[in-house]
């Protein structure tokens, strides 16, 4: 099983970019479809942005689009999640996912906070 690990969370004032990366572990990394959710306080978790394993096909919420790029580098075991023009509500705990898609998820990283001051 795939294990993950995140960083590049941190206090941005608004407008700003961060970007978060997530390392794994294990050598069918390149299979797995990787993706990016949030959860802010009081809310449920919710999909950020989702990457295939062959490095082709993305999708993102509609609340991210055109301001976030997921990204992945299979060599690397890594994926990327570039963040731009943030603002107050993108406040949350980020978390990395691997799986068969980003409705079906085999593992959760520990989370990353993200805090953008308005």
Do not use: H
Request: glycine content about 12%; some cysteine.
């Amino acid at each position: 099983q795939v294990q993950l690990v995140e960083s590049g969370g941190g206090l941005v004032q608004a407008g700003g970019s961060l970007r978060l990366v997530c390392a794994a572990s294990g050598r069918t990394f390149s299979t797995y479809t990787m993706s990016w959710f949030r959860q802010a306080p009081g809310k449920e978790r919710e999909f950020v942005a989702a990457l295939k394993g062959s490095g082709g096909s993305t999708s993102y919420s509609e609340a991210v689009k055109g301001r976030f790029t997921i990204s992945r580098d299979n060599a690397k075991n890594m994926v990327y999640l570039q963040m731009s023009s943030l603002k107050p509500e993108d406040t949350a705990v980020y978390y990395c996912a691997a799986g068969y898609s980003a409705n079906i998820i085999y593992s959760w990283g520990q989370g990353t906070q993200v805090t953008v001051s308005s």
